[in-house]
């Protein structure tokens, strides 16, 4: 079993900053891809960032140049640090990371739980 667990979310101000961490537990051989997606009220989730084993990435247009992906795969955990935050930042953030829980298995997409992204004044 594998789980991913995010942290990180919360209310900030505009411009301001955050950053979101996903770590991930369990039975795990390998890590490949991971990325980070969100998600508005009633619209279907929307790529933010993905990061490649690696360390390739690869931005939406809506975040290049404000967020930057991280992983440490030591620690089998994803960062995304979020600079000059703005409403439309506000959402709920989900991590997903490809794995292979053992070498003699197939790899598989698992996500987080999501942790929610509020920017207001």
């Known amino acids: 079993q594998v789980q991913l667990v995010e942290s990180g979310g919360g209310l900030v101000q505009p411009g301001g900053s955050l950053i979101l961490s996903c770590t991930a537990s369990?039975?795990?051989?390998?890590?490949?891809?991971m990325g980070w997606y969100r998600q508005y009220p009633e619209k279907q989730r929307e790529l933010v960032a993905t990061?490649?084993?690696?360390?390739?990435?690869n931005y939406a247009d809506s975040v290049k140049g404000r967020f930057t992906i991280s992983r440490d795969n030591a620690k089998n955990t994803m960062y995304l640090q979020m600079n000059s935050l703005k409403p439309e930042d506000t959402a709920v953030y989900y991590c997903?990371?490809?794995?292979?829980?053992?070498?003699?298995?197939?790899?598989?997409?698992?996500w987080g739980q999501g942790t929610r992204v509020t920017v207001s004044s």
């Open positions: 997903t990371a490809k794995v292979r829980p053992r070498s003699d298995y197939a790899w598989y997409d698992y």
């Open positions: 369990g039975t795990i051989f390998n890590i490949n891809a």
């Open positions: 990061i490649a084993a690696s360390g390739s990435t």
